[in-house]
């Protein structure tokens, strides 16, 4: 029997530092979902092109279901559950809630992150911006002008409390 080797990874999680061992063909997902039951982040495609999977690294987007485990040592990882809280939701959760944008809400937890990204980039995004922001993530139920809508209006609501 081979032993498998595992390597030590430290980074920060949803604000909080973590250090663990993860197998070198560990993806972020499975690490996410699996092993720290923070379920948000969907295993969709698999391949990196449905966005379900969507987390922050560093502030940017990026397909966990890719993304080896191993690579977020020394990065600040976002997902969604670290966005907002029960008692105080983000603008974004608030605006996707009020602009019934969830239908199965497969694909919400990826499309507010790639939102998310969007925003703190640019806090007063063009309809063509929010366009390239989310055309990583899929969307099958609902369509995307009520997701546009909960953007602009999550994007309006962060200017003005500025």
């Not at 980074?11 to 197998?23: A, C, D, Q, R």
């Not at 959760?93 to 944008?101: D, G, H, L, R």
């Not at 063009?126 to 209006?153: F, V």
Request: with cysteine.
């Amino acid at each position: 029997m081979v032993k498998e080797d595992f390597v030590e990874i430290e980074f920060t999680l949803n604000g909080s530092p973590i250090k663990l061992e993860v197998k070198p063909n560990e993806t972020l997902l499975d690490l996410l979902r699996y092993r720290l039951k923070l379920t948000g982040s969907k295993r969709g495609c698999n391949r990196g092109e449905c966005g379900a999977c969507t987390v922050l690294m560093n502030g940017k987007p990026v397909d966990s279901c890719l993304m080896l485990a191993s690579k977020v040592n020394g990065k600040d990882v976002l997902t969604i559950e670290g966005l907002g809280s029960p008692g105080m939701l983000h603008p974004l959760q608030e605006a996707f809630i009020v602009n019934n944008t969830v239908q199965c809400g497969f694909c919400t937890p990826g499309i507010i992150m790639s939102a998310k990204a969007l925003l703190d980039e640019n806090p007063n995004p063009s309809r063509e911006d929010i366009q390239e922001a989310i055309s990583g993530n899929l969307c099958r139920c609902t369509g995307y002008l009520p997701i546009m809508e909960a953007i602009l209006e999550a994007s309006r609501k962060t200017s003005e409390n500025r």
